[in-house]
C-alpha cells in the first residue's frame, strides 16, 4: 500500500506558474520501480488524466489540453514526483491528484494507475 500526499496548490491568476509536488511513501512500495501520475477533476465533471512520468523517467506523457504547458519529473532519492504548471488557464481550476501504479516497471499507461492522494487545490483567476 502506498501514501501519496500532495502539496502546492493555490490560487494565482492566469498566466502564472505553480509547481505541485507529490511524496510517496509504503512499506511496501518502491518509488524507483513504479510509473507515477497527475490526474485532475474540476466540478461537475470527470476525473481525467493530465500526465505521467514513466517508472525510469526516461517516458512521460501528457494530454493535450497541458501539452506544452505542464512538465512531470521524478526524484527517486526523495520519493517525490513534480508537477510544474506553466501559463495556467483558468479552465485548469480543479482538484489535482497524485496516481502511482503499484505494478512495477509501468511506463505510465492510464490504466496502471490505482493508488491516489487526497488531492490539492488549483484555482486560477482570469
Known amino acids: 500500500q502506498v501514501e501519496l500526499v500532495e502539496s502546492g496548490g493555490g490560487l494565482v491568476q492566469a498566466g502564472d506558474s505553480l509547481r505541485l509536488s507529490c511524496a510517496a511513501s509504503?512499506?511496501?512500495?518502491?518509488?524507483?520501480?513504479?510509473?507515477m501520475g497527475w490526474f485532475r477533476q474540476a466540478p461537475g465533471k470527470e476525473r481525467e488524466f493530465v500526465g505521467s512520468i514513466s517508472w525510469h523517467g526516461a517516458s512521460t506523457t501528457y494530454a493535450d489540453s497541458v501539452k506544452g504547458r505542464f512538465t512531470i519529473s521524478r526524484d527517486d532519492n526523495r520519493n517525490t514526483v513534480f508537477l510544474q504548471m506553466n501559463t495556467l488557464k483558468p479552465e485548469d481550476t480543479a482538484i489535482y491528484y497524485c496516481?502511482?501504479?503499484?505494478?512495477?516497471?509501468?511506463?505510465?499507461?492510464?490504466?496502471?494507475?490505482?493508488?491516489w492522494g487526497q488531492g490539492t487545490q488549483v484555482t486560477v483567476s482570469a
Open positions: 509504503g512499506r511496501t512500495f518502491t518509488f524507483r520501480k513504479s510509473a
Open positions: 496516481a502511482a501504479a503499484s505494478r512495477p516497471f509501468s511506463l505510465g499507461e492510464r490504466s496502471a494507475f490505482d493508488s
